[in-house]
């Protein structure tokens, strides 16, 4: 009774024949009781016989019959298919079965090992799983990327079932196999208890632990994807100037990794700009290994770059190449609005210093004791002078500037204990605390509390803080935990604030540019400090910024150019109109599922360009842990599939039990040889 608790029998009644197992034991008493008398003159040799060799015949002859019982026993239990019994959840009693089969089909599935991609492989296998089902099932299969599904038929057998029209295509995007199977399994309101779930991904993320909790009812197949060999990876690629001017240098940041366990010699790494190639290099690593490297290149032109990265294919080509945008600024257009003809006048000198020959920024300088109007069309960058007064009109059109992302240089002065509280509550000013004036001759320096800030890259001055000007008056101000200090006074009291404010930037600084106030004027770092602020401040990369492949990307726009003509560029070099969002003042664009270099165009001219990427989470070497993924779901029944397992008895040993037959046929076997070995005839016996 034991036995049959942990075993089960597909064919019971065969178990009857478990009588034949008496049948050598009946023949050896049948032929006992007939014994043959013969008499010998002298028995004295027939009693040592007796004593000895008969003895060991006996025992002999009852091995066999035992040896020869055990295997008529085996043989019997090996025809009645004996099973041991699991925890499944199927129930043979039931002739409909839901089986529900999700594929992974994003980026990552496109690694290729032993010559055919991981999706490949795993549609492969659909057949072989769907051909276990034996009698009516309800098939659905869905694809990942993008969620759909792309087969659903209900069928009397799998010979019913056609897949060789299956539509499911690699993608480039990322997946949530996850969240999705679990909003695809709740949203089966099936009956039959025979529901199974085949997901054939390279789970590249963890479940939630309500996964677990909701989903109980569902037996779980998952497919074991192969190793990673070898791939070498474009990591990422970044430029470390925040500061681009026209004629410069930048430094162009790559990582390379090796995600694969052994070397790899002679990898070329190629960097290119606007179509020309602009260097190479050569590297070999070794295991796991990470590289970066340093290129240094003088870009083409000024405006929109179209640059690219590419390194020799491999098992996975999708991280051989990557694009990215730089945005060098032909012109850029300053307002300063000043409230004295005095300030105007170092201003003038500032930027025509700057400018030399060239005429690289355009600036406007507005005197006035108080502004009541301001027009900040096609602004890159608002310097505004210690002004006392604005109206409430000139207040929300810096509220728009900022939000629209500008940026602004604030230098507050005397005027600044004047400034009208709407205008701070409004622009969310710091607050002064005090106008501090230093007297007899004392001053306070300035220090550098921010070195690693964009306004001092590759300024190669030996001593940089004397550089920095004295200060004899200046506007002790109370800052945010947000706002950055980028020069402090010898005091910790702040000089040069960054200021992030709605979705723009203001620089403020708590002295103006006044011989009375500080020698800033008098100080050679004045105007290079000045020139890269500007040159920060009025480059917007928001629209050049990459993104991941598949999320949506905004565009901003001038509000002058709504009714333009805006087109889409895809990296297929696909064309695709576009409407602009005219209370974001913004193209918002959803057709991101390439990867590559997106171009938009106003009116057949080209405006702005942007990349896409892959998730972090689609680089073949991001693969989740079996042991911490039961972990995890140990509440649910889950069986892992082994890429070189047999398939169709792994599941059928899972729904009705692991089956035994092999295990006594060996048996059978072992114990035949045994008697056969020990019954042989012997020539000494003879």
Known sequence: CNLYKLMSFLYPNILWGLLAIFIPLLIHLFHSRNTVTINFSSIEYLNQLKNE???????????????????????????????????????????????????????????????????????????TIISTYSNLVDLRIYQTSPPRLVYSRLAKNFKDINLSNLDINQSVSEDSIWHYTESILNSINAGSSNKECFILSDFSSYPDTSFGENNKDWQFYFLDQKELKDNISIKSVSIKNQVKLPNQNLDFLIKIENMGNKKIKNIPIEISLDNIRMGQIFSTFEKRETKDFLFRLMPPRSGIIKGEVNISSDSYSLDDSQSFDIDIPTKINCKIISNSKKSSIIYKNIFDSINGLSSFINYDILVSASFNRLDLDNIDVLIIDDIKNFSPRSIETIKGYLRSGGSAIWFSGKNYKDLNELTVKSLNLPLLKEQNYLNNNSFLNVEISLRDDAIFQELNLRDLDTFFPKIFKYNDVNRKTSDKMILELSNNSPFLLKLERFFGEIYFFSSPIDPTWNDFSLKGILIPMIHRIIAISATDESNISPIIINRTKLIKINIEDLNKD??????????????????????????????????????????????????LYEFPNIRANKEQINEILSSLRVLWILSNSNIEELISSNRHGRSLWKFFLIIAIILFLVESFISRPRKKSI
């Open 566 to 615: 805006w087109i889409l560029e895809t990296p297929s070099k696909d064309r695709i109109l576009l409407v602009p969002d005219y209370k974001k003042e913004a193209i918002i664009i959803n057709q991101t599922n390439e990867l590559g270099s997106y171009t938009i165009y106003s009116d057949g001219e080209s405006y702005t360009s942007f990349s896409t990427k892959l998730s």
């Open 53 to 127: 060799s008969i003895k060991k015949l006996n025992n002999l002859n009852w091995l066999l019959i035992i040896l020869r019982m055990i295997i008529i026993g085996s043989l019997i239990l090996m025809f009645s298919g004996p099973i041991v019994k699991n925890k499944g959840l199927w129930i043979p009693s039931r002739s409909e079965s839901i089986a529900v089969v999700i594929i992974d089909n994003s980026a990552s599935m496109s690694l290729e090992i032993d010559g055919k991609s991981l999706l490949k492989q795993s549609l492969d296998k659909i057949p």
